[in-house]
């Protein structure tokens, strides 16, 4: 009877080893399920987290640049009226003031020359506030110097290869207007290319003064334009209808279109009606 009883409470106590070893790995099932169910929504929330931060990143860079491009247009806009107004009443009021000078002698020829001088000082204030408005780098480098310079900055980190081209004779001097325009929409296309040119590898910037008109050419091999997003402006950023108002305010025109190929080609051409042409090399 003993043998018998020993074979059933062994049988039992098999039965409940097997009973608890399946419970646990049950509960060791059910808890990795619950870890993992965690994990993929710590996963989730980490990437709505990221995409937040990434567009709250982005939009702060749009207004940046919206605010970089308010403040440019408006410091520009501040020194063409002190250029086209105050700039030309202080020359008026000279010319008058010489006339007097011409006709008065004694105390009152002095008076007079103190405030011709005084007003002549104001004068160059303001042609320096106008100066001052421009690039630097185009006052120090000279027109074509400073678009190289900048588009070599541009591609320095070695993602895009560079070629520069000057065609024509570039004038001895132009519309500092002229030269600002041109600049500030190199800058702006240079920046597209390296921001938004995905893929592009290529860049090629041209410069060609046909004796009546000037055209900057800046294209690369990227993806390019689709139609709509190019009539929208929105792979070029807030940057093109500024591009394009600069174009327009020196009777300029921008043009932007696919390249031939593959990628983007950003033309902006303007008349050099008013450029004094470079004197030849002796």
């Not at 011409?102 to 042609?127: F, N, S, Y």
């Not at 190199?186 to 921001?195: G, M, R, S």
Request: glycine share 8%; hydrophobic share 40%; net charge neutral.
């Amino acid at each position: 009877m003993f043998p018998l009883l020993d074979a059933r409470f062994s049988a039992v106590a098999e039965r409940m080893r097997r009973l608890t070893a399946e419970q646990q790995r049950r509960l060791a099932m059910q808890q990795f399920d619950e870890l993992r169910s965690d994990r993929i929504r710590l996963v989730e929330q980490y990437c709505f987290v990221a995409e937040a931060l990434r567009v709250v990143e982005a939009r702060t860079h749009q207004l940046q640049d919206e605010l970089n491009h308010i403040r440019a247009d408006e410091r520009e806009r501040i020194a063409r009226d002190l250029h086209d107004h105050a700039g030309q009443e202080m020359a008026q009021v000279l010319v008058e003031l010489r006339v007097l000078q011409e006709g008065t002698k004694g105390p009152t020829r002095r008076r007079l020359d103190e405030i011709v001088a005084h007003v002549a000082g104001v004068g160059r204030k303001i042609h320096h506030a106008v100066v001052g408005g421009r690039p630097r780098i185009v006052e120090e480098l000279g027109f074509s110097r400073a678009i190289e310079t900048t588009a070599t900055s541009f591609a320095a980190d070695g993602r895009l290869d560079l070629s520069f081209r000057k065609k024509g004779v570039e004038p001895e001097r132009m519309p500092p207007a002229l030269e600002d325009a041109l600049y500030r929409v190199a800058q702006e296309a240079l920046t597209n290319a390296l921001k938004h040119a995905l893929g592009a590898r290529k860049l090629d910037v041209t410069l060609d003064f046909a004796g009546t008109s000037i055209s900057l050419v800046i294209a690369d091999d990227g993806i390019g334009l689709s139609s709509e997003a190019e009539q929208a402006g929105g792979c070029l950023g807030i940057g093109l209808p500024g591009m394009r108002q600069r174009m327009d305010d020196i009777g300029g025109t921008l043009d932007v279109q696919p390249r031939c190929g593959k990628g983007t080609m950003v033309t902006a051409t303007a008349p050099l009606s008013n450029a004094s042409p470079r004197s030849a090399p002796s």
